[in-house]
């Protein structure tokens, strides 16, 4: 009776409370790239909320990683006191002015514990004042067109019934659910999610890995010391991070087994497809083997009785990763995904749905693009590319255009050394952002835009607002010919030392790309896989550097300067106030730097040549 009654009443307050609530801007999802984006909304004063399901921010690292232990860097000490230049080595701090919300006053490991994390997100909302409704679960979410206005809207329902309607939407729900590879035999094994992480309960025991991420190398190693073996399975050959410069793939941190591997210590590494049915696990006992394993690296492997996957094994555990969790939606909405597994959502490098207008993602779900060739699946890349998402929706929806400084052609030099020495997001999301320098008045004046994403160049006037045509790229890229799994990254030659060979460099540097015109839709359709930008019409490399410091006045600047003297057709030297006057007097021409420096009453007056002559 009395439940009845409550019943009833929990009815009548839910019809109650079920108004439509209406915000300009729904971010689902308050982890790390919900907040990022929740803080960039708060400073420009927009109308919108972050909705997350559970009672605090960052949830998912309150279970995940299982061992604990990020294996994003916390390097606290760098030596130096520029605060863009840290976030180079900083790898969990979200972007804001607060010196006080950098991660490393929350940690003092290298590789930071989950835990801390979760108080440094906590604080960063807290203390940001970002708005985040919390216990709200949204789902069905769906578009509507008013037809009177023509305006569209998302409209979602939340856990009470109540419908939440907004204009843009911002998906920010992370990878949160665990790739599921169908095989036979896969009730027998366990998950990652909820898989025992006590050494004590594999003592003893043979345990078999099927996927070979990070994650699965984090169970192996916290285990290692207990088994009697570890065999591991993955799709394809170990890619270790440190040979393809992707953050994702194997971090060193977590490849013990490698070695034990290689030292013939009895843990093993295979490949193999596990999905699609290649492999069946079938009981042998309350033991596991596996029956049958057919790649076309080992045709028909069960004929020969060494097959090297022959033992029984006590366990099997699937480490196969997360993907996006596309159940929220509506089927209306056609959500479709990409990647190995659809891991990602399928989205444009301006970070929109593919085939939904006004519907973006932020976060880790946004690495599509730059899926293994960027950081943007991590907090020290999508950091950034919220920024970028996040200026690209001021333009197209409140008419702010991407800010940008206009400077002295004279200062160019200046203004890019600077740049190319400090400047973060760039470094972090190398080959995807980079800075635009617009060429204006025939090269008096330039107009600086920072981390733009590049894949973007051909629509640059359109998600900008600034109308542009002679431009300057700046990226940071990794040599071509370095890269890859299969590469000896410690070979004799890796690096390149004079500036004749600069173009050759292999570790991270910088590069421009000239465009007397920007390039057309159909050029940027046409670059190759290996090609970061079309081709320009004058390209130039600075010599990469062991301590990645440009700041060699003959072996960086001076290439620089010629480049930009070339492409600007000025004289780009710097000059004491005393020559400029001398050369005034002698000659009817003076160099551009006398002219806009102390001539024009333009410049800002130096007492000092910032570089050096040569
Ligand atoms: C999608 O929307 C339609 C129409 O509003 C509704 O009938 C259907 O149940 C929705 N599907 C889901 C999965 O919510
Ligand atoms: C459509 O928009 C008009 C004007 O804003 C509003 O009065 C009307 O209620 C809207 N219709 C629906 C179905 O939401
Ligand atoms: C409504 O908007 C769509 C797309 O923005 C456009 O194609 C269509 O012509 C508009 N309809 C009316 C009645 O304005
Ligand atoms: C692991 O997940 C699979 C698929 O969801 C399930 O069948 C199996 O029971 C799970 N194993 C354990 C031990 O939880
Ligand atoms: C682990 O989670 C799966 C679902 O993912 C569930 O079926 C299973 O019962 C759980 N196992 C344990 C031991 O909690
Ligand atoms: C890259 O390697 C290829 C083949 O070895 C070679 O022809 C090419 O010159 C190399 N490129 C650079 C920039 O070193």
Not at 15 to 38: F, H, N, S, T
Not at 148 to 174: E, H, P, W
């Amino acid at each position: 009776m009395t439940s009845r009654v409550l019943m009833v009443l929990v009815t009548l307050v839910g019809c109650i409370q079920a108004a439509d609530k209406y915000w300009d801007y729904i971010v689902v999802g308050a982890g790390p790239g919900g907040l990022q984006m929740g803080h960039f909304l708060q400073n420009a004063g927009r109308n919108y909320v972050l909705l997350e399901r559970n009672s605090v921010v960052a949830s998912f690292f309150q279970k995940y990683p299982r061992h604990d232990k990020l294996i994003s860097i916390n390097k606290r000490h760098t030596g130096k006191k520029n605060t863009e230049f840290n976030l180079r080595h900083d790898w969990n701090s979200l972007l804001s002015d607060d010196k006080s919300l950098l991660f490393r006053h929350y940690s003092k490991l290298f590789f930071p514990q989950r835990v801390q994390l979760l108080d440094y997100m906590a604080d960063y909302q807290k203390k940001l004042g970002i708005n985040v409704q919390f216990h709200t679960e949204v789902s069905n979410i769906r578009k509507e067109t008013n037809a009177t206005t023509n305006k569209t809207v998302f409209l979602m329902d939340d856990q009470n019934g109540n419908t939440l309607k907004c204009k843009v939407l911002i998906v920010a729900s992370g990878l949160s659910k665990p790739v599921e590879p169908t095989f036979e035999g896969r009730e027998f094994t366990e998950n990652y999610s909820n898989v025992s992480i006590n050494p004590d309960d594999y003592e003893g025991k043979a345990v078999l890995i099927l996927g070979r991420g990070n994650s699965a190398f984090e169970l192996a190693e916290s285990i290692y010391g207990s088994t009697n073996f570890i065999h591991m399975i993955g799709r394809s050959r170990a890619r270790l991070s440190w040979a393809t410069h992707y953050v994702g793939d194997l971090r060193a941190v977590n490849v013990a087994l490698l070695d034990t591997y290689q030292l013939k210590s009895l843990d093993a590494v295979a490949e193999a497809t596990i999905d699609k049915a290649e492999i069946k696990l079938v009981k042998v006992g309350d033991r596991l083997k596996i029956e049958t394993l057919e790649t076309s690296r080992y045709p028909a492997l069960e004929k020969y009785d060494n097959n090297g996957l022959r033992y029984i094994y006590d366990k099997c555990i699937v480490c196969f990763g997360f993907q996006f969790d596309d159940s929220i939606f509506n089927s209306s909405l056609h959500i479709t995904s990409e990647g190995r597994e659809d891991k990602f959502p399928l989205i444009g490098y301006d970070y929109q749905l593919r085939d939904v207008e006004d519907l973006y993602i932020a976060g880790g779900a946004s690495h599509g693009p730059d899926y293994r060739k960027s950081a943007g699946g991590f907090i020290h890349g999508f950091r950034y590319t919220a920024r970028a998402l996040h200026r690209m929706l001021e333009w197209k929806y409140e008419g702010v255009p991407w800010p940008s400084i206009s400077i002295l052609s004279i200062d160019l030099l200046a203004t890019i050394i600077k740049r190319i020495n400090e400047g973060s997001g760039f470094y972090q999301m190398f080959g995807m952002l980079g800075d635009v320098m617009a060429i204006r008045s025939s090269g008096e004046e330039i107009e600086y835009l920072e981390e733009v994403p590049v894949n973007l160049l051909d629509r640059l006037s359109e998600i900008t607002g600034h109308s542009y045509d002679e431009v300057i790229v700046l990226i940071l890229q990794y040599g071509a010919n370095y890269s890859g799994p299969d590469k000896d990254v410690f070979r004799t030659d890796r690096a390149s030392g004079q500036p004749d060979i600069a173009y050759k460099s292999n570790f991270l540097h910088p590069v421009f790309f000239h465009y007397r015109h920007l390039p057309t839709a159909e050029q940027m359709r046409l670059k190759k896989t290996h090609e970061t930008l079309p081709r320009p019409d004058h390209l130039h490399h600075i010599l990469e550097d062991f301590l990645t410091l440009w700041d060699a006045p003959k072996n960086h600047h001076l290439p620089l300067r010629r480049f930009l003297e070339t492409v600007l057709d000025r004289d780009l030297r710097t000059f004491y106030a005393s020559d400029c006057f001398e050369m005034a007097m002698l000659h009817q021409m003076v160099p551009l730097y006398c002219q806009q420096h102390y001539l024009s009453g333009r410049g800002i007056i130096r007492a000092e040549p910032h570089f050096q002559q040569s």
